[in-house]
């Protein structure tokens, strides 16, 4: 079974960075991201990348967040710059398996932006 371990959430002031990782225990992949959730709110899209490099962002991260995948470490990343309050959540990874399309979730990490 397939596990995602997320890190590098934390509390960061407004205009901070912080970047997340995120490893897969096995399987080789065809694409991983990220997804957020803040309080009382539906899981949302941040990145994901595929593995031929195609990367898709939600509007309100881009130019601010670099996703990037280490394909020998299994391991997806997250930079996160100029953070603002409004990001704050619950930041989970994916993964979807090459070979079976299942798709794997991580258990969450937490980004609170606040001065």
């Known amino acids: 079974q397939v596990q995602l371990v997320e890190s590098g959430g934390g509390l960061v002031q407004p205009g901070g960075s912080l970047r997340l990782s995120c490893t897969a225990s096995?399987?080789?992949?065809?694409?991983m991201g990220w997804y957020r959730q803040a309080p009382g709110k539906l899981r949302e899209l941040v990145a994901t990348?595929?593995?031929?490099?195609?990367?898709n962002y939600a509007d309100y991260v881009k130019d601010r967040f670099t996703i990037s995948i280490d394909y020998g470490k299994k391991t997806v990343y997250l930079e996160m710059k100029s953070l603002k309050p409004e990001d704050t959540a619950v930041y989970y990874c994916?993964?979807?398996?090459?070979?079976?399309?299942?798709?794997?979730w991580g258990q969450g990490t937490q980004v609170t932006v606040s001065s």
């Open positions: 994916t993964a979807q398996r090459i070979i079976t399309r299942e798709n794997y």
């Open positions: 096995e399987g080789i992949f065809s694409a």
């Open positions: 990348m595929t593995s031929d490099g195609n990367t």
